[in-house]
């Protein structure tokens, strides 16, 4: 699995790459065959005006099926980073399993 993270509003971090890369293993490591690319995009919407502005946008590259994308917006960058990994693998397992339904379904 490839992953890509790039930033709109603010500098990468070390911190902020680390837990993006722990948070996306950690969520998908299961089914990590699956998928050949990740890209992260992280932004500041606002600046340093403040607000619910830290955005986490998630695109998952399958083998053989179309792109995830999620995306998630909040105060905190890190809970926008949790929560976006959390439904990028729910996603992930749905396609999955719906996927294989689709394959059992037709062989019968």
């Given at each position: 699995?490839?992953?890509?993270?790039?930033?709109?509003?603010?500098?990468?971090?070390e911190?902020?790459?680390?837990?993006?890369?722990?948070?996306?293993?950690?969520?998908?490591?299961r089914?990590?065959?699956?998928?050949?690319?990740?890209?992260?995009?992280?932004?500041?919407?606002?600046?340093p005006?403040?607000?619910?502005?830290?955005?986490?946008?998630?695109?998952?590259?399958?083998?053989?099926?179309?792109?995830?994308?999620?995306?998630?917006?909040?105060?905190?960058?890190?809970?926008?980073?949790?929560?976006a990994?959390?439904?990028?693998?729910?996603t992930?397992?749905?396609?999955?399993?719906?996927?294989r339904?689709?394959?059992?379904?037709?062989?019968?």
């Open positions: 699995m490839q992953l890509d993270i790039q930033t709109n509003g603010f500098t990468l971090t911190g902020i790459r680390s837990y993006t890369t722990q948070r996306l293993q950690f969520a998908l490591d089914n990590d065959q699956q998928i050949t690319h990740v890209s992260v995009h992280l932004a500041d919407i606002n600046g005006r403040g607000g619910i502005d830290k955005r986490c946008k998630i695109n998952l590259t399958l083998v053989g099926q179309s792109n995830i994308v999620i995306e998630d917006t909040e105060a905190d960058l890190y809970l926008a980073i949790d929560r990994s959390e439904r990028c693998a729910r992930l397992v749905r396609r999955l399993e719906r996927s339904e689709f394959v059992s379904s037709s062989m019968a």
